[in-house]
């Protein structure tokens, strides 16, 4: 089945730098990568995805990469804020996701003032 | 608020007693879901409804697991005989059906389990 490995584990930061998540995914077969954020006590929530019919995606100061033939998709925060401190997942699926939605194992990343 | 409500948010038991989770997607969204998330990892999924109908269940859901959507609205999961590695955050999540363009997850806030 479907694996996602996620690196790295926990990322630190100084405010203002740029922060990158980078994920493998092992089923060719995937076509669709969101990433969530999960601040502490809440749920996971949709910050970004895309298509494997896309190589890049931009909303503001985040922006997802795409290599389907590497089988990797990577996570870029640019212009770090101490908001963006939380676990951020990355997550794979065949279809447009739901339970067929494989997450990592999720990075820590710590925003330094 | 429209979003996705679980209760109650934390639950602390002994070992071999029972306990019961509920969900109330949103409203308009006939998929439910739940995932069950360990310290540490993310969300690995355990089941799932369209409608009331269960539609779907990972081999994580043991016998001592059981979910219900009797109406197709709110969700139950019940843990009967609590053991102290099912000491996790049980995630409830919604989707319409079909999920759309978008793919995207609709996660409740959790309930977390501790099992003494």
């Known amino acids: 089945g479907e694996n996602v490995e996620q690196h790295p584990s926990t990322l630190s930061v100084q405010e203002g730098d740029s922060a990158v998540i980078k994920c493998t995914y092992s089923?060719?077969?995937?076509?669709?990568f969101p990433w969530y954020k999960q601040e502490l006590g809440k749920g996971p929530q949709l910050i970004i995805d895309i298509r494997s019919n896309v190589g890049e995606k931009k909303d503001q100061r985040i922006a997802v990469t795409l290599n389907k033939t590497a089988k990797h998709f990577s996570l870029h925060i640019t212009e770090t804020q101490p908001e963006d401190s939380a676990v951020y997942f990355c997550?794979?699926?065949?279809?447009?996701?739901?339970?067929?939605?494989?997450f990592g194992a999720g990075t820590r990343l710590f925003v330094k003032a | 608020d429209t979003g996705v409500s679980q209760n109650p948010r934390h639950k602390i038991t002994k070992r071999g007693q029972n306990v019961t989770f509920r969900c109330d997607p949103i409203?308009?969204?006939?998929?439910l879901y739940w995932y069950r998330q360990t310290l540490g990892q993310g969300p690995e999924f355990l089941t799932y409804f369209q409608n009331e109908a269960q539609l779907e269940k990972s081999r994580l859901l043991s016998d001592r697991f059981s979910a219900e959507r009797p109406k197709g609205s709110f969700s139950t999961l019940e843990i009967q005989r609590t053991e102290q590695g099912d000491s996790a955050m049980y995630l409830c999540?919604?989707?319409?059906?079909?999920?759309?363009?978008?793919?995207?997850?609709?996660f409740g806030e959790g309930s977390r389990l501790t099992v003494l």
């Open positions: 089923d060719s077969a995937s076509n669709y």
């Open positions: 409203s308009e969204h006939n998929r």
């Open positions: 999540a919604s989707t319409p059906s079909p999920t759309g363009v978008n793919g995207e997850l609709f």
């Open positions: 997550a794979a699926s065949k279809g447009t996701g739901g339970f067929k939605t494989i």
